[in-house]
């Protein structure tokens, strides 16, 4: 029989504001996927967006986590202290000649001709894909660097959404992995990131499951094991928007003058359909009550009353 591996999860927040309540609910998530299969968890500053990230808000993450009652094993380097990876990573693409310099501008990209695909982004239409060098040095701007894409189908069993399918070329195009003023992007820093640290297990907003296929895509080429993947629901306010860091109430700052870490994580897991009854509890107390299946798929609407008690 096969032995069950150990498992290695993350939590990997963006350091560019006070924690709110979105990131509580992921960072629960992650934590109780983790120690409820008696796993290491890590813990990962996505500092990449060196314009609105700040290493304060960092500290105040950190904080925010003892806080509820969340801890981890390692903090592994945020990712401005890792560009020699990426550089490393990019250049192996580079040798396999996988990678071509885009010159479109925002306004070519954002143009009326290109397909929107369903999450609001752009498919690639290959505009910059057989530039002759002559074209190439035509341009007196620093070019984006993207990926070539196949045309394939990637496939992802989502522990909580289920199945989940992209084709690379239809679906999305060939993707910017390295921006124009040298920047790395998001997915190959976290695919590098992950797969560096032996993470076999994610567990995240449902927002980026439409990356899993460009993640799984690069895994691939840097011959990174596929990690277990599970993207929980978006939390929305009764008008059904989504809860973001513009919401100041819903920040730990005011969340803790107002409510107990227990009463918060109580909130939390029942919003989830962890626990029946929104009563106070502990993190460590839900350990055994946790499993996949009891999370819910959907977007779950939380009610607040201007008491700050959850409806
Ligand atoms: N840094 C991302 C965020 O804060 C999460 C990335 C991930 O978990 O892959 O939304």
């Known amino acids: 029989m096969q032995e069950k591996q ?15 309540l979105g990131n509580a609910f992921a960072a629960l998530m992650a934590w109780l996927a983790v120690r409820s299969q008696g796993g290491t968890m890590l813990l990962r500053m996505e ?15 950190r904080q925010d986590l003892q806080w509820l009652g969340l801890d981890w094993d390692t903090e592994t380097p945020c990712q401005t202290n890792r560009t020699e990876a990426y550089i490393q990573c990019f250049e192996q693409l580079q040798a396999q000649n996988l990678l071509y310099p885009c010159y479109c501008t925002r306004s070519q990209l954002h143009s009326v001709n290109a397909p929107h ?14 530039l002759t060098p002559l074209r190439q040095a035509s341009f007196d701007r620093a070019p984006a660097w993207r ?13 909580i959404q289920g199945l989940y399918r992209e084709n690379l070329a239809a679906d999305c195009g060939d993707f910017v992995i390295r921006r124009g003023d ?22 995240r907003g449902v927002d980026l499951l439409s990356s899993v296929p460009r993640q799984m895509y690069l895994q691939e080429l ?3 094991p596929q990690p277990e993947y599970a993207h929980i629901p978006l939390l929305v306010a009764p008008d059904g928007r989504r809860l973001s860091k513009r919401d100041r109430d819903m920040d730990l700052g ?6 107990t870490a227990p009463h918060l994580i109580g909130i939390l897991a029942c ?30 609407c939380l009610k607040l009353s201007k008491t700050y008690d959850f409806l």
């Open 6 to 20: 150990h498992t290695v999860g993350r939590f990997a927040p963006t350091p560019s504001g006070r924690m709110h």
């Open 254 to 259: 005011v969340l803790q003058s107002r409510l």
């Open 271 to 300: 919003a989830a359909g962890i626990i029946d009854r929104a009563e106070p509890v502990s993190p460590r107390e839900l350990v055994g009550e946790f499993q996949f299946s009891k999370i819910h798929k959907d977007k779950i």
């Open 47 to 61: 500092d990449l967006d060196t314009q609105r990230t700040k290493p304060e808000y960092a500290q105040l993450l």
């Open 147 to 159: 990926l070539k894409v196949p045309d394939r189908l990637y496939s992802v069993q989502d522990r």
């Open 182 to 203: 040298g920047a790395f992007v998001y997915q190959l820093a976290v695919t590098v990131d992950d797969g560096q640290w032996g993470v076999n297990q994610v567990v």
């Open 117 to 130: 695909t369903s999450d609001g982004t752009y498919v690639y239409p290959g505009t910059c894909r057989n």
């Open 222 to 224: 840097f011959g990174f």
